[in-house]
């Protein structure tokens, strides 16, 4: 047979594209895919320069964060920014509490340890998440042996689905003198965050997931008190690459319009940065975090619907980002290839405790405003689990969805 010619089978490809619906990266919106689609920019072309200073703007109103907070972006991942907190934040032997909520808190927890600090992990049983009691008392224990400096935990742990509140969090922090640093990765643009009224130290991110763009931006915002913190640091500099002091010349020059250079910037991302974030925040960043709860919302209808129980065991603990779902009897692992057949890519799980037990479907950014894409995932989940056979209402699972899932809409 022929070979069809090349742009054809292009076309064809894009028509069978599968809907990717794993917690990051997610579907991004057919204006970031347009600005960032374009011949690389040079990272002193003035649209990439007006594009990053935009962008940093645009990241206080997100973080609800205060004016003389500082924010940063640069190439890299959440991983990377997580490792930037920790290298400007921790000097050897201080002692820092982590939240632990699962696979992404304990990633954390190890980079404190390789920083050098002295580690204390509250724990939760998978799909728990510890109580302000709990923590308090660790506070309390650690705070006997000397000043704390840091409090770490992560707002949605994308291993388990839990998503801790980090207002009380943040609060405790502030009382034990401790700064109060945020793993957003999978929760920034989604769940609420206030970072001024709470008084948050630093809230990082990726482009990848709830901020709706592919992956290779680092992104947080940090306030003046861990600048400060930077700033008096007794034991050496953190590698150049991670360095605050480093990039603060950079990130102003960028907010004032200027160029600069450090690092080259990853500039077709830079470019649609602003597009994205000016889409998050086109009703404000509740409304947004509103949307991901109310699909969420109807997705938990869904899969009850399904008989799909979440990881996380209580209703206040369930990210709006993501579901964390549970086989039922006699389902196992091979559902995700049977998801992926029937047209949507979900993922399995991750947290090493259950991690044959369980399966992700991610919901967040551009797909929420897509009824057609919430409801095709959830048929894909309910044809995947009738194709094993099991008794499956199809349409009483999309209709759970109501308005979420209206094919018209
Ligand atoms: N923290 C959380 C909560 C995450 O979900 C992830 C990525 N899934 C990371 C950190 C690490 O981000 P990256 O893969 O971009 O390094």
């Known amino acids: 047979m022929a070979r069809l010619p090349h742009t054809v089978e292009f076309a064809a490809m894009t028509i069978a594209k599968p809907l990717l619906m794993i917690p990051g990266p997610i579907e991004v919106s057919p204006a970031v895919t347009q600005a960032f689609s374009v011949p690389p920019p040079s990272h002193l072309a003035p649209s990439v320069i007006e594009a990053f200073g935009a962008s940093l703007e645009l990241m206080r109103k997100l973080w609800m964060a205060p004016p003389e907070s500082q924010p940063f972006v640069l190439a890299g991942g959440g991983t990377a920014a997580m490792e930037m907190a920790v290298a400007n934040l921790i000097e050897p032997e201080e002692r820092v509490l982590v939240v632990n909520t699962g696979y992404f808190s304990s990633r954390l927890a190890e980079m404190l340890r390789r920083q050098g600090a002295l580690v204390v992990e509250v724990e939760a049983p998978v799909g728990e998440g510890p109580s302000a009691q709990e923590i308090e008392a660790a506070l309390v224990g650690l705070a006997e042996l000397g000043p704390i400096k840091g409090l770490f935990a992560t707002h949605v742990d994308t291993s388990t689905g839990v998503c801790l509140d980090p207002?009380?969090?943040?609060?405790?922090?502030?009382?034990?003198?401790?700064l109060s640093v945020f793993d957003g990765v999978c929760a920034t643009a989604a769940e609420e965050f206030r970072m001024e009224e709470w008084d948050a130290d630093l809230?990082?991110?990726?482009?990848?997931?709830?901020?709706?763009?592919?992956?290779?931006?680092?992104?947080?915002?940090?306030?003046?008190?861990?600048?400060?913190?930077?700033?008096?640091?007794?034991a050496t500099a953190p590698p150049m690459v991670l360095d605050w002091q480093q990039w603060l010349p950079i990130m102003g020059a960028y907010e004032e319009r200027r160029p600069s250079y450090f690092s080259t910037p990853?500039?077709?991302?830079?470019?649609?940065?602003?597009?994205?974030?000016?889409?998050?925040?086109?009703d404000g960043p509740e409304a947004r975090c509103d949307l991901h709860r109310s699909v969420a919302t109807a997705l938990r209808r869904a899969w009850q619907e399904l008989g799909l129980?979440?990881?996380?065991?209580?209703?206040?603990?369930?990210?709006?980002?993501?579901?964390?779902?549970?086989?039922?009897a006699g389902v196992d692992g091979s559902l995700v290839g049977r998801i992926a057949a029937e047209g949507v890519i979900v993922a399995g799980g991750l947290h090493p405790e259950i991690?044959?037990?369980?399966?992700?479907v991610g919901h967040m950014g551009y797909c929420l405003t897509q009824p057609a894409m919430i409801r095709r995932t959830v048929e894909a989940v309910a044809?995947?689990?009738?194709?094993?056979?099991?008794?499956?209402?199809?349409?009483?699972?999309?209709e759970a969805l109501g308005e979420f899932g209206d094919a018209a809409a």
């Open 309 to 328: 129980e979440p990881v996380p065991r209580r209703a206040e603990l369930v990210s709006n980002a993501l579901s964390a779902l549970r086989f039922p």
């Open 203 to 234: 809230y990082l991110t990726a482009s990848q997931k709830a901020i709706g763009l592919p992956p290779g931006l680092a992104l947080m915002v940090v306030s003046e008190r861990a600048l400060a913190a930077r700033e008096s640091r007794r």
């Open 266 to 282: 990853a500039t077709n991302l830079i470019l649609a940065l602003p597009v994205s974030l000016r889409e998050i925040l086109a």
């Open 383 to 398: 044809k995947a689990l009738a194709a094993g056979g099991r008794p499956i209402d199809v349409d009483g699972a999309v």
């Open 167 to 178: 207002e009380p969090l943040a609060r405790l922090a502030r009382r034990y003198g401790a």
């Open 355 to 360: 991690r044959g037990e369980y399966f992700r």
